[in-house]
């Protein structure tokens, strides 16, 4: 089967249905936000309902995972629209208690210089806004953020990393991700993340096993690598614990 026509979600159910009744129970809770900034293409739609079917398969409650959407289609009861201002307080406001972690998931277009893109606001999210509402609203719980676009490498440094979190970005600050055509179901590294996931133990290994595969696709394509980047923060609690 070509990757143009891999077809990610239907395959993963019943990896992810066995796995959700062999696991045990989390110590503390998951606070999630998942936010799809643009719907010119369905690719990012497409990986946060996968994201969020993957992690309530995992005992994540519904009520705990805050998705977030730029397609008016997706806006409706617990989906918000993905402005600006939404995602930074839906991030800001993330009712973490002790023992609890965070998980953020940020797929959209990138902007060189300036961050992901949010179509809703017709702005980009900046690192360093991203790294203000994580340290209201995570503080010093265990934080993984996974930013997912072109140019987002610029999320895995500076103000952003902290000793609690974990950081994966799609690709170096200086260059472009690949997949966001109309007729693929997810980008390029959504792809590979959602497929690695079911099968990692560790941050670490979501990380490494997402690159690989990154990699692999570029080259069958013919794609000049988009080198995706990680920060690995020393205190950050790297295993899953789903």
């Known amino acids: 089967m ?10 993963c159910w019943l990896v992810l249905m066995f796995l959700a009744g062999a696991g045990g129970t989390p110590a503390g809770n998951w606070q999630v936000v998942l936010a799809a900034g643009d719907d ?15 992690l309530e398969a995992r005992g994540v409650p519904a ?11 997706q806006v409706r009861d617990a989906v918000e629209p993905a402005t600006l201002d939404n ?30 893109w949010l179509a809703r606001s017709r702005t980009a999210l900046h690192p360093a806004a991203l790294a203000r509402a994580l340290a209201q609203g995570c503080g010093a719980a265990p934080t993984v953020v996974i930013v997912s676009g072109c140019y ?11 000793s609690n ?14 997949g966001c055509q109309a007729e693929r179901t997810y980008t390029f590294f ?8 079911p099968k990692s133990a560790t941050w670490r290994t979501v990380f490494a096993g997402t690159k690989k595969c990154v990699s692999r696709m570029e080259r069958v394509r ?21």
């Open 152 to 162: 987002s490498g610029g999320f895995a440094h500076g103000e952003m990393t902290r």
């Open 40 to 54: 010119a293409q369905p690719v990012f739609d497409n990986a946060v309902a996968a994201m969020a079917a993957w």
């Open 2 to 11: 070509s990757l143009r026509g891999w077809r990610l979600l239907p395959a």
């Open 87 to 116: 995602v930074l307080s839906s991030i800001a406001e993330l009712p973490v208690r002790p023992g609890d972690r965070c998980l953020v998931f940020l797929t959209s277009h990138g902007e060189h210089g300036e961050g992901l």
């Open 222 to 242: 013919g794609e000049r690598p988009s080198d995706p980047q990680a920060y690995f923060g020393r205190a950050a609690d790297l295993k899953m614990l789903f």
């Open 165 to 178: 979190r974990v950081i994966m970005t799609a690709a170096r600050a200086d260059r472009p991700s690949f």
């Open 63 to 73: 009520a705990d995972i805050h998705r977030l959407s730029a397609s008016p289609a």
């Open 190 to 197: 959504d792809q590979c993340l959602l497929a690695t996931l």
